[in-house]
Nanobody, 125 residues
Framework: QVQLVESGGGLAQAGGSLRLSCAAS????????MGWFRQAPGKERQFVAALNWNGNSIYYHDSVKGRFTISSDNAKNTVYLQMNSLNPDDTAVYYC??????????????????WGQGTQVTVSS
């Protein structure tokens, strides 16, 4: 089993920044895909960004390209999502997800095995 705990959400003004963290614990694995998804009220869960274990495979949703950066610190078993130039459309609950034992990044929610509990991000105009 893998446990994922997100942190770093909160309230930001439009144009501001937040950094989300996702700490993994439990089963250890050397190769993985980690992703960030978000879900706004009344909307489906949306892919945001993903990477693989060595950072050679990284994907972003078009709406966050150039503003968000996904990264990882394998020594800390933590994945980050740096969010800059936030706008009200970024308001959502953000979830991290993990798929062990794979060598590429994944963009579909159904491809992931483990999920965190989510962290709220609210951007005011």
């Amino acid at each position: 089993q893998v446990q994922l705990v997100e942190s770093g959400g909160g309230l930001a003004q439009a144009g501001g920044s937040l950094r989300l963290s996702c700490a993994a614990s439990g089963r250890t694995f050397s190769k993985y895909a980690m992703g960030w998804f978000r879900q706004a009220p009344g909307k489906e869960r949306q892919f945001v960004a993903a990477l693989n274990w060595n950072g050679n495979s990284i994907y972003y949703h078009d709406s966050v390209k150039g503003r968000f950066t996904i990264s990882s610190d394998n020594a800390k078993n933590t994945v980050y999502l740096q969010m800059n130039s936030l706008n009200p459309d970024d308001t959502a609950v953000y979830y991290c997800a993990a798929k062990p034992d794979i060598d590429i990044a994944l963009v579909l929610a159904r491809q992931y095995d483990y999920w965190g509990q989510g962290t709220q991000v609210t951007v005011s105009s």
